[in-house]
Nanobody, 122 residues
Framework: QLQLVESGGGLVQPGGSLRLSCAAS????????VGWFRQAPGKEREGVSC????????NYADSVKGRFTISRDGAKNTVYLQMNNLKPEDTAEYYCASGARRSLVPDDYNYWGQGTQVTVSS
């Protein structure tokens, strides 16, 4: 069974950090594109970052450049999203997804995790 499981979300104060994990089972991420997306209440799902596992090439949304870093660990079949200097506007449900095209467009991804909540608040 193909599955992606996110973890690492939580409540953090503005300026704080969190590291999200996306663990895959049933398939290898080594030949996939893995993306992180987020969706706040009342808003559309938006792409945050993605990584091509074969060579480590990455994309970032302008809103997170310089603050978020995506990485992967092939041995653990896991992709991470390190989020620093978090802002209240980063509050959302965060999802990871696997696809075949390096993009920040949700429709380019076909396997999705269930999400993990990130809340940035004082």
């Amino acid at each position: 069974q193909l599955q992606l499981v996110e973890s690492g979300g939580g409540l953090v104060q503005p300026g704080g950090s969190l590291r999200l994990s996306c663990a895959a089972s049933g398939f290898t991420l080594n030949y996939s594109i893995v993306g992180w997306f987020r969706q706040a209440p009342g808003k559309e799902r938006e792409g945050v970052s993605c990584i091509r596992s074969s060579d480590g090439a990455t994309n970032y949304a302008d809103s997170v450049k310089g603050r978020f870093t995506i990485s992967r660990d092939g041995a653990k079949n896991t992709v991470y999203l390190q989020m620093n200097n978090l802002k209240p506007e980063d509050t959302a449900e965060y999802y990871c997804a696997s696809g075949a095209r390096r993009s920040l467009v949700p429709d380019d991804y076909n396997y999705w995790g269930q999400g993990t909540q990130v809340t940035v608040s004082s």
